[in-house]
């Protein structure tokens, strides 16, 4: 079954500490693989995505992802946390349905920054 | 600019009401989505359309109707059969439904049910 998992419900982090989201997908063949990020009553902005070219890949405020095909994991790094970092992170795989490839988004990761 | 709006914000409604909650895109993008966020459950797809006069259900279709008459819109009707309607809701839109595309996402609708 094609599935997405967000290993951590909560991360914390200490500000200026690096910080690490984890996911890992189930699947047949290499999806489209993106993360996104929510601030509160917000919606969704992209951060970064891999569409099969760099297996790092960098996105915007400083996040990067390494593609790892072997484990299934896109993890999502950043050397060092801000405060206005603190926000919902979402790991999102695009999956085949009948004709169409469907984004299927994982459960969440919360990252909390601490001062 | 180039977005996608949602109206209302904020909906209260009573209970056995239907109600409609609109998105409209400017970005020319064929491929629009409806999804729904609970606490602790991530994005959950509801309706999705790939084009113009054409739908499909997603995960959680039940007491949900969508209709896609023009390229720009694409409203969700939340009726009296669906038994849990408070949540936020979120419409998506994409360039096109191949997987490579990012989405792009509207501000939200939160819509409490008394």
């Known amino acids: 079954a094609q599935s997405v998992t967000q290993l951590d419900s909560h991360v914390s982090v200490s500000e200026g500490t690096p910080v690490l989201l984890r996911c890992n997908y189930s699947s047949s063949y290499s999806p489209s693989l993106f993360w996104y990020v929510q601030h509160p009553n917000k919606g969704l902005q992209l951060l970064l995505k891999y569409t099969s070219a760099a297996t790092l890949v960098k996105g915007i405020n400083g996040f990067e992802a390494e593609f790892k095909k072997s484990e299934t994991s896109f993890h999502l790094t950043k050397p060092s946390a801000h405060m206005s970092d603190a926000a919902e992170y979402f790991c999102v795989v695009s999956f085949k349905r009948g004709g169409s490839y469907i984004p299927t988004f994982g459960r969440g990761t919360s990252l909390i920054v601490h001062p | 600019d180039g977005g996608i709006t949602q109206s209302p914000k904020y909906l209260f409604r009573k209970e056995g009401q239907n109600v409609t909650l609109s998105c409209e895109q400017n970005?020319?993008?064929?491929?629009m989505y409806w999804y729904r966020q609970d606490p602790g459950q991530g994005l959950r797809l509801i309706y999705y359309s790939q084009i113009v006069n054409d739908f499909q259900k997603g995960d959680i279709a039940e007491g949900y109707s969508v209709s896609r008459e023009k390229k720009e819109s694409f409203p969700l009707t939340v009726t009296s059969a669906q038994k849990n309607p408070t949540a936020f809701y979120l419409c998506?839109?994409?360039?096109?439904?191949?997987?490579?595309?990012?989405?792009?996402f509207g501000p939200g609708t939160r819509l409490t049910v008394l």
């Open positions: 970005l020319n993008h064929d491929a």
């Open positions: 998506a839109s994409s360039i096109t439904g191949t997987g490579y595309n990012e989405q792009f």
